[in-house]
């Protein structure tokens, strides 16, 4: 897949998560072979403020790349405005979201609420791509709600207007997160734009990953909540893709090594009081499916100290070694 002058190789993407998908966990992901990612959204507004929290969210090392930033917000000016400033972090790209269904987001005209718009979609992508030198892309859902089932005319509009990728997620901003994604509306776009598509939504196995692909022609596919405390999903994907071997599914010794690994960096970039705070819910995302998985869980949700995370490696070690062996 060609995005601008990059060529993306591979079919899984990792989604951009706020507050999940940051900088140690997308080093992480593209270790285990996705194939390209966005990094958290940040304001548009905010990042013409200078604000020094938004200006961290576009960092970009050589580990996450292809990889691109995302801004959200609503005024084509405002946007076009940070697109330049984004650009000098060097991305392959700039992202727009027009899907984030919070509530702070969503209230404040940006994300999802784009949605009800697709002219105003339009005005934003072609004032980016008019201040920019690299590819505007967008992320975007199926809608607002029910009544409001927009993707296809937002999607065209914004290939129309200068964008050269679309990541769709087959839910509305309504549904959120909750019943299954609606596939079909991903087909849809991809059938009306010449672009390429990324399709978003229910990948949780390599199954998933190549059944999403047959089902709606999509050039790749974004892995979002599948792939947390499991970044082993995009090797995977690859392996089936590429009709290898299917690989193994990690053991508890590798499972254990990955995470301390993900905790560590967590620290380093953040510090350790905010690197152990969002430790928590890593580690537990990590304890999905093992033996005494509820207790450790608890422990996961006690930790302070980078030193605790030894304990509760040991903890999981002694209740699932004697298992797997």
Known sequence: MKLGNVEITGKAALAPMAGVADRAFRELCMGFGASYCIGEMASAKGL???DKKTAELLEVTDAEMPMAVQLFGYEPETVAAAAKIAAQYNPVAIDINMGCPAPKIANNHSGSALMKTPDLCGRIVEAAAKAVDIPVTVKIRKGWDSNTVTAVEVAKICEAAGAQLISVHG???EQMYAPPADWDIIAQVKNAVNIPVIGNGDIYTAHDAMMMLEQTGCDMVMVGRGALGNPWIFREINAQYE???????PGIFERMTVMHRHIEKLCEYKGEKIGMREARKHTAWYMRGLRGA???RVMCGELREFKDLAELIKAV???NTA???
Do not use: D, G, N
């Not at 009709?243 to 599914?249: K, N, V």
């Open 48 to 50: 013409m403020m200078s």
């Open 171 to 173: 839910r509305t901003r």
């Open 243 to 249: 009709q290898e071997r299917p690989t193994p599914p």
């Open 294 to 296: 509820a207790r450790l």
């Open 317 to 319: 070690l002694e209740e």
């Open 323 to 325: 298992a797997e062996l």
